[in-house]
């Protein structure tokens, strides 16, 4: 499986963005997907995640009710809304992919990785 990331970008604090997750392979409804983002020095940590059938998401607590996670298995794609942007926001983010049909959280879980799309949200 290969993820192609895209959608971030500069946006002021309260504005919203959706990033985008492509994957290639003809089992992509077989993939959990998550989002984990990386600020300068930190760790990578993890955002939210959906089950391969759609059914399942989990947020971490910090961007509860401001990300929403969905896919579309048609097109091969999840896609992260976020609005209410906050400067803490800031960070590399990247889609990962496993086998499995639950919302796992954990990078360890994970053993795709895309390539990283960039979000930087000014005060």
């Known amino acids: 499986v290969q993820l192609q990331a895209s959608g971030g970008g500069l946006v002021q604090t309260g504005g919203s963005l959706r990033l985008s997750c492509a994957a290639s392979?003809?089992?992509?409804?077989?993939?959990?997907m998550a989002w984990f983002r990386q600020a300068p020095g930190k760790e990578r940590v993890f955002v939210p995640s959906i089950s391969a059938n759609g059914v399942g998401t989990y947020y971490a607590d910090s961007v509860k009710g401001r990300f929403t996670l969905s896919r579309d298995n048609a097109k091969n794609t999840v896609y992260l809304q976020i609005t209410s942007l906050k400067p803490d926001d800031t960070a590399a983010y990247y889609c990962?992919?496993?086998?499995?049909?639950?919302?796992?959280?954990?990078?360890?879980?994970?053993?795709?990785w895309g390539q990283g799309t960039q979000v930087t949200v000014s005060s």
């Open positions: 392979g003809r089992t992509w409804g077989n993939y959990a």
């Open positions: 990962a992919a496993t086998t499995g049909n639950y919302y796992y959280t954990a990078r360890t879980d994970y053993d795709y």
